[in-house]
């Protein structure tokens, strides 16, 4: 199992639970968390969701070596943005790549100054195309042009500067609770109805460009300056067009 769950108060905790791999987004995690968030869906016990991690990497993005189909992730990512509950990360280490479109899709995201941040796709010869149909609704254009382009490491007050976090908290476990006491006001229909509000312009990018962009994906995974780049990355050594 790769996913952990707890219910506490109206609340359902599910945990990314694979530190050997970093949290990988491997095929079987993806489909574990789908599972799981749809068990969520349809609980009336469940008023809002917590997205965390054990060990210092909240998610290090796909799994190179077993990676969900893009219609898979692109699934994932919709099914967050669509439930009707809301969805708290709360973020205690490293988020790369797919990782980063995996928190983009929630409502509110915690992160603590322990917490850094890359969209390192660049590096390797393909680019974030699936994760922007959450991470670019979020995120200033500015920065987002930046940190897609560069690869450089961020820290958690320039996501929340740039849209990505919601706030920052020296302690995730103290900061957390009262966004959760503040949801179990919520009515069942009134939090879902809000979310909808809220989420509806990030569900636009799916309407209009997911197709588009899994497609692209596929093209450059496929590509040889990609099975370069991963292979350099697997390998711990740079790459042939580094200078």
């Known amino acids: ?58 998610s290090a993005g796909a799994d190179l070596k077993a990676p969900p189909s893009p219609y898979a992730f692109v699934a994932l990512l ?18 790369r790549a797919g990782g980063i479109g995996l928190v983009a899709a929630c409502d509110i995201v915690v992160a603590s100054p322990a917490s850094d941040f890359a969209l390192t796709e660049a590096r390797l010869g393909v680019a974030p ?25 961020f820290d ?5 500067r740039t849209g990505l976090v919601t706030l920052t908290a020296d302690d995730p476990d103290k900061a957390v609770p ?12 009134g939090l879902a109805e809000s979310k909808r509000l809220v989420a509806a312009r990030v569900l636009e990018t799916f309407e209009r460009d997911a197709e588009e962009l899994v497609r692209r994906s596929a093209t450059l995974f496929a590509s040889a300056e990609a099975r370069e780049g991963m292979t350099a990355f697997l390998e711990r050594r740079d790459p042939v067009w580094a200078i």
């Open 156 to 160: 958690a007050a320039e996501a929340a």
């Open 1 to 58: 199992m790769t996913i952990t769950t707890a219910h506490d108060r109206g609340i359902t905790t599910l945990t990314l639970d694979a530190p050997d791999t970093r949290n990988a987004l491997s095929a079987g995690l993806v489909a574990e968390l789908t599972d799981a968030l749809s068990g969520c869906a349809g609980d009336p016990a469940v008023r809002a969701v917590v997205l965390t991690h054990t060990g210092s990497t909240f």
């Open 178 to 189: 009262p966004l959760l006491d503040a949801l179990r006001k919520g009515s069942p229909q």
């Open 129 to 153: 195309a699936i994760i922007s149909l959450t991470v670019l609704p979020r995120m200033d254009p500015r920065a987002a042009a930046r940190y897609y382009l560069t690869g450089e490491r």
């Open 78 to 95: 919709r099914q967050v943005l669509e439930l009707p509950k809301p969805v708290v990360a709360k973020v205690d280490g490293h988020v």
